[in-house]
């Protein structure tokens, strides 16, 4: 009986053996069948990613600190009982444009709306790639000016920044002439960097430009710079802004302005209801009285000074200057001052990799407490 037992036992490990092996054969044959359907240089691409860290004091994400002032939360919920979610919103999102035009003297036939503005950025890139189909970018730069262009089967033109993270002039005009990118992405101040770009370059660079010019001003309210009033004098220019550094991240709204001849092009790719009705409402509230944003980010501008001069004396620690509502700095071991922070309490970005960002991390500016509870961390590690 034994002998019986083991005989059925071993030809059931053989059969489930053999079994394993066609079902792995089957799920490779099926991957590779896939795989073989992915655009080619989306399968080298790496999504965009913010690893998941539970700490108290979270300065990572370049948001605003501050929450909604109690008078304008009543206000933002009590629109939002009105919304009749059943419906569609309105598709051009109407009221929120003639708002950011009366704010800002643009006119609204030349401002569009995005679901953030990295929506704005595939709409862009989508619209003006019919010419050469190449994107021109410096770098470091925000990672989503490669990602969208290589995910449309484009070919990136990257520059990479001087010593002092400004535009790389000379090269970037050769790059131009010799292979006339459709497109240019200049974000002003930098993301990573933090830095406003000479403006000057960014001048000469939109004039030599055969193409279109996207300044990304997503941190002009913390730099007081903007280009929005020279659109006039050269049609190629674009801007693109963003409500996520203001304190508005949740509401995903990103803003364009053009001339009103390139608005209605870039307009014919916009997918159908992309500012949603809960966006809506609340925009519509917040951009009627914007003064505690304002309060906000003097505070915010207040406190990257205090930072800024607290950690760049600390031995080992570069700091590097900041137009922005955070701070780039290095040190001498990138992976383990991120993981000890975490082990503090205190959650901030790392962005060590070879070259220009070797060793560097990105501090987002908080509140006085958080920003206090980053530089006393920051100080015991550097020390230890």
């Known amino acids: 009986m ?19 092996k066609d079902i792995a054969n089957s799920d490779k044959g099926l991957d590779d069948l896939i795989r073989s359907r992915v655009k080619k240089g989306i399968q080298d691409l790496s999504a965009y990613s913010i690893p998941l860290n539970e700490c108290p004091v ?23 009982k009105k919304i009749p979610i059943n419906r569609y919103p309105d598709p051009d999102a109407t009221s929120i444009r003639t708002k950011i035009s009366n704010f800002t003297s643009f006119p609204s036939e030349g401002i569009l709306l995005g679901n953030g503005s990295d929506e704005l950025i595939e709409m862009l890139i989508i619209t003006f790639s019919g010419g050469t189909g190449k994107i021109l970018f410096p770098v470091p730069t925000f990672s989503m000016f490669k990602l969208v262009t290589v995910a449309l089967g484009l070919e990136p033109l990257e520059v990479e920044l ?85 304190g ?38 917040i951009l009627d009285d914007l003064s ?44 383990k001052t991120f993981k000890e922070l975490i082990d503090k309490g205190v959650l901030i970005r790392n962005f060590n990799s070879p070259g220009r960002l070797e060793n560097c991390l990105r501090v987002t500016i908080g509140k006085p407490e958080e920003n206090e509870a980053f530089i006393e961390g920051l100080s015991q590690i550097i020390s230890s």
């Open 162 to 246: 001087d010593e002092r993270f400004d535009i790389d002039i000379k090269e970037t005009l050769k790059v131009l002439k010799e292979k006339n990118p459709d497109l240019i992405f200049l974000a002003s101040p930098n993301n990573p960097t933090g830095n406003c770009f000479t403006e000057g370059k960014i001048i000469e660079i939109i004039e030599n430009s055969r193409g279109i010019v996207v300044v990304d001003e997503a941190y002009c309210d913390f730099s007081g710079k903007t280009y929005l009033n020279i659109i006039d004098k050269h049609e190629n220019l674009i801007i693109l802004r963003t409500m996520s550094k203001l």
């Open 2 to 20: 034994n002998l019986v037992l083991e005989r059925y036992l071993k030809e059931k490990a053989t059969n489930k053996e053999s079994d394993d």
């Open 292 to 335: 505690f944003v304002r309060e906000n980010v003097q505070l915010i501008t207040k406190e990257r000074e205090r930072v800024y001069n607290s950690i760049k004396n600390l031995s080992g620690v570069e700091a590097f200057s900041s137009d922005a509502n955070f701070i780039l700095f290095r040190v001498k071991d990138a992976d």
């Open 248 to 285: 508005f991240a949740g509401i995903r709204l990103g803003i364009l302005f053009g001339k009103a001849e390139l608005a209605k092009e870039i307009n014919k790719v916009r997918l159908p209801f992309n500012i949603n009705s809960l966006t809506q409402g609340v925009a519509n509230v």
């Open 58 to 80: 979270k300065l990572d994400g370049n948001e605003s600190p501050f929450s909604l002032p109690e008078e304008i939360l009543y206000k933002v919920q009590e629109e939002i």
